[in-house]
């Protein structure tokens, strides 16, 4: 059944419009239709109450899905939903600025901090992460660490992960592999791929743990299928140097690329490296 929406500009349920867009936009109750869903985001947004409204469409000309892509258009509108009160278009602020081509740190970290500010979760994590890397912020690992405690208290996903590096590494907490494993453990029942990653580089250290290249070998498998590249990376070095697994240098190559491909520059280099034939017995570099 194809949805035909007659918008009444005098009797707007900007909530109402907003909720029958995103269905469009991904398909649910109707039938997939961005060109409807950019309509009735685009009249909810023009309602005082259509902050989330603003935020939708903005991320539809940010991806160009029902309009022509206009990144300019689209953090314009995220703006307008931002100054609004909108919590989410405060993280996509945040978000665009930390990860575009000419990155703006600071102006990262000054949308995550209002995010937070407004209660939002994910602009409190992110915060923490940017102090966490000292990007845009002075770094702070211990302030990062209670908020990422803070977050891990509340059930937030992915703050498992970093409960458990600070554990692994010592850093603003004693050391303490078994209980970073733990942690990385509790991730890993939900999937967290970085958890999972980081417990196979337990076992290929021995941290906490006996020594099983095997076991890495199948964590580092399972984070790879989900799609962590640093997985990747490390399943190169594993057929690379038959660790866990038989040595299969083209394997390694395959793995190398692939996490290269998603940034990963050990990769990238231990790909060169290995395409070089006075290389090709993979040893070490």
């Known amino acids: 059944m194809k949805l035909i929406l007659e918008?009444?500009?005098?009797?707007?349920?900007?909530?109402?419009?907003?909720?029958?867009?995103?269905?469009?936009?991904?398909?649910?109750?109707?039938?997939?239709?961005?060109?409807?869903?950019?309509?009735?985001?685009d009249a909810a947004a023009a309602c005082p109450d259509g902050g989330l409204a603003a935020n939708n469409l903005g991320w539809m000309f940010l991806k160009g899905k029902?309009?022509?892509?206009?990144?300019?258009?689209?953090?314009?509108?995220?703006?307008?939903?931002?100054?609004?009160?909108?919590?989410?278009?405060?993280?996509?602020?945040?978000?665009?600025?930390e990860f575009a081509e000419e990155q703006d740190d600071k102006q990262a970290v000054y949308w995550y901090r209002k995010a937070a500010d407004?209660?939002?979760?994910?602009?409190?994590?992110?915060?923490?992460?940017?102090?966490?890397?000292?990007?845009?912020?002075?770094?702070?690992?211990?302030?990062?660490?209670?908020?990422?405690?803070?977050?891990?208290?509340?059930?937030?996903?992915?703050?498992?992960?970093?409960?458990?590096?600070?554990?692994?590494?010592?850093?603003?907490?004693?050391?303490?592999?078994?209980?970073?494993?733990?942690?990385?453990?509790?991730?890993?029942?939900?999937?967290?791929?970085?958890?999972?990653?980081?417990?196979?580089?337990?076992?290929?250290?021995?941290?906490?743990?006996?020594?099983?290249?095997?076991?890495a070998f199948d964590y580092y498998k399972q984070a790879a299928k989900l799609g962590d590249a640093l997985a990747c990376a490390n399943l190169g070095y594993c057929y690379e140097v038959g660790q866990g697994v038989a040595q299969d240098i083209a394997i390694a190559k395959n793995y190398y690329r692939c996490a290269a491909e998603h940034g990963e520059q050990h990769a990238a280099a231990a790909l060169k490296r290995l395409e070089d034939p006075s290389c090709e017995r993979g040893t070490l570099p």
């Open 66 to 97: 029902g309009v022509a892509q206009d990144t300019e258009k689209a953090l314009a509108l995220f703006r307008n939903a931002a100054e609004r009160g909108n919590s989410i278009a405060m993280v996509n602020l945040g978000n665009y600025y």
């Open 7 to 41: 918008i009444d500009p005098n009797h707007v349920d900007a909530e109402l419009l907003t909720r029958i867009g995103y269905e469009l936009e991904c398909g649910g109750s109707f039938r997939q239709d961005p060109l409807m869903a950019v309509r009735a985001y």
């Open 118 to 215: 407004n209660g939002d979760e994910k602009g409190l994590f992110n915060y923490a992460n940017m102090l966490h890397h000292g990007r845009g912020i002075r770094q702070n690992r211990k302030k990062a660490f209670s908020i990422f405690s803070n977050l891990y208290a509340r059930g937030y996903h992915g703050a498992a992960f970093y409960m458990g590096l600070y554990y692994q590494n010592g850093d603003a907490v004693e050391q303490d592999y078994q209980k970073a494993r733990e942690y990385y453990r509790i991730g890993a029942l939900e999937n967290d791929m970085y958890c999972i990653c980081q417990l196979g580089t337990l076992y290929a250290q021995g941290y906490g743990v006996p020594k099983d290249y095997h076991a």
